[in-house]
């Protein structure tokens, strides 16, 4: 916001919105969507083995993880699509290319885990799996925070 000051009373008019950051800004909305839907699952899992069922548990995540899921299916190619186009556009990213190939290949590494995540079988692959998304959700973060802040 922008203060006006003229003769008469003062006002505050919203200055418009370059494209580059509504890019930006669709860039940190899916990003911080994906992580809070992780750290979400991270805390809500736990305490749900803790007070149900088994059985009831494991009805309650798939279905959670089927509506996440189209969550994801829109946060992931929104981030893809805006990381590439921040990277190609970006001062910062020119002078760091390899943060820039980095962010992209945590990408990558995490669709395959999260891929992955459903077809394995075994409860503590899956969650080796949802820890090493995790992690490499908050490494491309970092880096992201990094590269803007040079």
Known sequence: MIPAAGAGQARVYWRPMGTWAFVRFLHVAA???WLGM???LFVLVPALRRMLPPERVREIVRAAGMR???????ALPTIA???????????????????VTLKQALLVA????????????????????SVLILIFT???????????SE
Request: no cysteine.
């Open 38 to 40: 992780q750290v979400t």
């Open 81 to 99: 699509v805006t990381g590439v186009a921040l990277g190609r556009h970006e001062p910062a990213a020119a002078e760091h290319p390899g943060v």
């Open 110 to 129: 995490m669709v395959v885990l999260l891929a992955g995540h459903g077809l394995v079988p075994g409860r503590k692959a899956r969650i080796a799996a």
């Open 68 to 74: 996440l899921a189209i969550v994801a299916a829109v």
């Open 31 to 33: 990003a911080g969507v």
């Open 138 to 148: 908050l490494a491309a973060m970092y880096a992201g925070a990094w590269l803007v």
